[in-house]
């Protein structure tokens, strides 16, 4: 498929996420809307009742498969930008972090998103989150004028990881850092999946290998390149998924082959300095 074509699609499925709460990112992100289901699953996956609780309603849709601020180490008055803000969540924590003397601006390329993450930052008054409309292929953000980038379960849904990490490195500041979150995978995966829209969507299919993911970040020229921390995703939570099941019922995958598929599928966090 082509990159265009990928995009197209990804900006489809998340533009019915953000409209309709249906179709997701993989269970690792609950399918969307604040159940109890996506609030177990987020602190399944490192987020507090205290963050949770300190957001406004609709900005945890349950998209995310860590909890990058956490590990961030971010200080009051750092700029920070977040690739693929979806709905706000981790905007409006690094907010409360950075707060009034710092910034946080989100990036998304699905309108959709855009709005209801702006319409989240309206209900909590959140005077320093700005919601940027772009692709993080091509970042809305000035050359190294950001101390922090994050991001949460997106860069696998990016066609050309290699210009991310690029433009990433373009609007750091020398000294700044990188925490991301993201699916990797242990093998790759059968092709039956590769090819799969639906899958790709959901996270799976535009995953590549731990050691290509590292490699694509020191490419870029980031050092101190490192995993730190690893999880791999819960089975029963994808074999329990409403849209994880609807893929593996299209594809003619049995529940054991999706079992040993999704044992190779890991969430990570990682880490990167741009040297001064
Ligand atoms: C899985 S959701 C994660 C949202 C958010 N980080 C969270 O944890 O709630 C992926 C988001 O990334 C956005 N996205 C995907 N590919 C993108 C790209 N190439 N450029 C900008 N945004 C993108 C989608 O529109 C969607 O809002």
Same mark, same amino acid.
């Given at each position: 498929?082509?990159?265009?074509?990928?995009?197209?699609?990804?900006?489809?499925?998340?533009?019915?996420?953000?409209?309709?709460?249906?179709?997701?990112?993989?269970?690792?992100?609950?399918?969307?809307?604040?159940?109890?289901?996506?609030?177990?699953?987020?602190?399944?996956?490192?987020?507090?009742?205290?963050?949770?609780?300190?957001?406004?309603?609709?900005?945890?849709?349950?998209?995310?498969?860590?909890?990058?601020?956490?590990?961030?180490?971010?200080?009051?008055?750092?700029?920070?930008?977040?690739?693929?803000?979806?709905?706000?969540?981790?905007?409006?924590?690094?907010?409360?972090?950075?707060?009034?003397?710092?910034?946080?601006?989100?990036?998304?390329?699905?309108?959709?998103?855009?709005?209801?993450?702006?319409?989240?930052?309206?209900?909590?008054?959140?005077?320093?989150?700005?919601?940027?409309?772009? =692709? #993080?292929?091509?970042?809305?953000?000035? *050359?190294?004028? !950001?101390? %922090? $980038?994050?991001?949460?379960?997106?860069?696998?849904? &990016?066609?050309?990881?290699?210009?991310?990490?690029?433009?990433?490195?373009?609007?750091?500041?020398?000294?700044?850092?990188?925490?991301?979150?993201?699916?990797?995978?242990?093998?790759?995966?059968?092709?039956?999946?590769?090819?799969?829209?639906?899958?790709?969507?959901?996270?799976?299919?535009?995953?590549?290998?731990?050691?290509?993911?590292?490699?694509?970040?020191?490419?870029?020229?980031?050092?101190?390149?490192?995993?730190?921390?690893?999880?791999?995703?819960?089975?029963?939570?994808?074999?329990?998924?409403?849209?994880?099941?609807?893929?593996?019922?299209?594809? =003619? #995958?049995?529940?054991?082959?999706?079992? *040993?598929?999704? !044992?190779? %599928? $890991?969430?990570?966090?990682?880490?990167?300095?741009? &040297?001064?």
């Amino acid at each position: 498929m082509k990159k265009e074509e990928i995009k197209k699609s990804v900006r489809q499925g998340y533009a019915k996420v953000a409209t309709q709460g249906s179709s997701c990112c993989g269970p690792s992100s609950p399918c969307c809307g604040p159940s109890d289901r996506s609030v177990d699953i987020s602190k399944k996956i490192g987020y507090t009742d205290e963050e949770l609780g300190s957001i406004p309603d609709g900005a945890n849709l349950g998209l995310g498969c860590g909890n990058p601020v956490a590990l961030a180490s971010l200080k009051e008055g750092d700029i920070v930008v977040d690739l693929g803000s979806g709905p706000g969540l981790d905007c409006f924590l690094a907010a409360d972090k950075v707060g009034k003397k710092g910034k946080v601006i989100g990036i998304d390329m699905t309108p959709e998103m855009l709005e209801k993450a702006r319409e989240n930052a309206g209900k909590g008054s959140y005077s320093n989150v700005e919601f940027r409309l772009g =692709e #993080i292929e091509h970042l809305p953000v000035a *050359d190294n004028s !950001a101390d %922090v $980038v994050i991001s949460n379960c997106v860069i696998n849904l &990016s066609p050309d990881k290699q210009k991310v990490f690029g433009e990433t490195f373009r609007v750091l500041k020398p000294g700044g850092r990188i925490m991301v979150s993201d699916i990797v995978l242990t093998r790759p995966l059968p092709e039956k999946i590769r090819e799969s829209i639906d899958a790709y969507i959901d996270c799976i299919s535009g995953a590549i290998t731990k050691e290509e993911y590292l490699h694509t970040v020191k490419a870029a020229g980031f050092s101190e390149v490192s995993i730190i921390d690893e999880m791999t995703i819960p089975v029963e939570e994808w074999v329990n998924d409403p849209i994880a099941s609807s893929i593996t019922e299209k594809l =003619e #995958i049995t529940t054991e082959e999706a079992r *040993d598929i999704l !044992a190779t %599928v $890991v969430s990570v966090k990682v880490k990167g300095v741009k &040297s001064t």
